[in-house]
């Protein structure tokens, strides 16, 4: 039997590994429940994230921070006294394994709610089978394809960004300043697919030239074939997108080569976890999109709350930019259901709808036709000199301010006006 978290400090370090471990299960139990004890059980918020393979330094921020949201709730009184537990498990990176724990945490858990992956095609499974079993998802992972009408159902909320705003955001900052010849280096699944879309879709308003898209398989551990190739096209840009281990050993090699000394490297999602795996010298210099940097605490309130919180839970660490989206997507459906008053599904969906809130980076809304939260995007470069602390990785360059205008619109989706 897990132990709930009760109080805000209370989730320790060996706590928190040991119920990823476990996989924070409560125990079935095979005799059925009444209304009356159903009103009163603990709120279940399934959590499938991919702990082990590229992603786990990124899933082990998102656990905390969801956590975080978990133990906030709780310490305010919950829903009336009810209290909620995060049900975590790992789905491994691996659509199939996502669809099985996913079932396993609506059917055997019977979990109200569930949130998180961190994956394009994984959150798509997940959310195949919470969609048919009438439980909402609110997704803490990038995105396109999540809220076209053909994967969306009204049990969909989408908290991260999506591949087309951030892609786009980064795109209109950097085509303007460093150039119109873009190469393309590309993880060849959904997430880089979609962003290379995006950067292409925006690419038109600046008139980019294409040199080139060479992709490469998830789990790549050598660019050294590649990385001659896209010099040789002799880009203003190289843009990068991958993400997590790809991503550090790209940029790590691409230094190594001396891309950088002729080419300015973007990348969609600079990853706060891996900017700090891979270190100052691979990263420095490079660009790219983010949904939160703990830095902004100095222009946000709600930044600054989310980060003393996190810092007194986690022993003075800062949340990560994953992290914060765990934060947000958890305490969204908490906060949802407070405004419901209940936990009954149309009634929290309705109140999620009408949600503007402000958990930790400024104002956030989710628009109606496909349930993306519309937000800002960060843009940031990675620093190597001048760092204040070792969480000090990155300078804010720019801020698009949330606006429908950037997102694809309803139509385009495919949603009935």
């Given amino acids: 039997m897990t132990r709930k978290v009760t109080r805000t400090g209370s989730m320790s370090r060996r706590r928190l590994l040991t119920t990823v471990g476990a996989g924070a299960v409560l125990a079935a139990s095979p005799f059925r429940i009444s209304s009356v004890q159903a009103q009163e059980a603990t709120i279940k918020i399934g959590f499938p994230v991919p702990l082990t393979g590229p992603y786990g330094a990124e899933a082990q921020d998102q656990v905390r921070a969801g956590q975080l949201a978990i133990a906030q709730f709780n310490d305010a009184g919950g829903l009336n006294g009810r209290k909620a537990e995060l049900i975590v498990r790992d789905d491994k990176l691996n659509p199939g394994e996502a669809a099985t724990r996913s079932l396993e945490l609506v059917e055997k858990e019977r979990v109200n709610f569930v949130a998180g992956s961190l994956s394009a095609a994984v959150q798509l499974a997940i959310n195949n089978v919470t ?11 990038q995105s396109d394809a999540i809220n076209e009408a053909s994967d969306f159902s009204k049990y969909t909320f989408h908290e991260a960004l999506n591949p087309h705003m951030t892609s786009g955001a980064v795109g209109r900052y950097a085509f303007a ?10 993880a060849d699944y959904a997430y880089g697919h979609e962003m290379v879309r995006g950067f292409l879709e925006v690419g038109k308003q600046f008139n980019i030239e294409n040199l080139g898209d060479i992709r490469h398989p998830l789990g790549t551990t050598d660019f050294s074939t590649v990385l001659p190739r896209l010099q040789a096209l002799k880009p203003d840009i190289l843009c990068i997108s991958n993400f997590g281990r790809d991503q550090q050993i790209a940029l790590k090699q691409a230094t190594d080569f ?3 000394k002729s080419t300015q490297i973007i990348v969609p999602v600079l990853s706060h976890a891996s900017r700090v795996a891979a270190g100052a010298q691979a990263f420095e210099g490079v660009i790219g999109g983010s949904s939160f940097y703990w830095g902004i605490e100095d222009k946000f309130a709600s930044t600054k709350a989310f980060n003393d919180a996190f810092r007194k839970m986690y022993d003075g660490k800062v949340p990560t930019d994953y992290g914060a989206l765990a934060y947000g997507g958890v305490r969204a459906v908490l906060e949802a259901v407070k405004g419901a008053g209940t936990v009954d599904t149309d009634k929290v969906i309705a109140a999620l709808e009408a949600l503007k809130y402000d958990y930790y980076k400024g104002p956030q809304y989710f628009r109606k036709c496909d349930h993306q939260s519309v937000q800002s995007v960060l843009i940031v470069k990675s620093k190597s000199k001048d760092m204040k602390n070792d969480a000090d990785v990155f300078e804010v360059l720019s801020t698009e301010e949330p606006n429908e205008k950037n997102l694809r619109t309803c139509d385009d989706l495919g949603h009935k006006s």
Avoid at 131 to 141: A, C, D, W
Avoid at 177 to 186: D, I, Y
């Fill in 258 to 260: 001396g891309v950088k």
């Fill in 131 to 141: 969609k048919e079993r009438g439980i909402i998802f609110n997704s803490i992972s």
């Fill in 177 to 186: 300043k460093f150039g119109k010849k873009v190469a393309f280096l590309t």
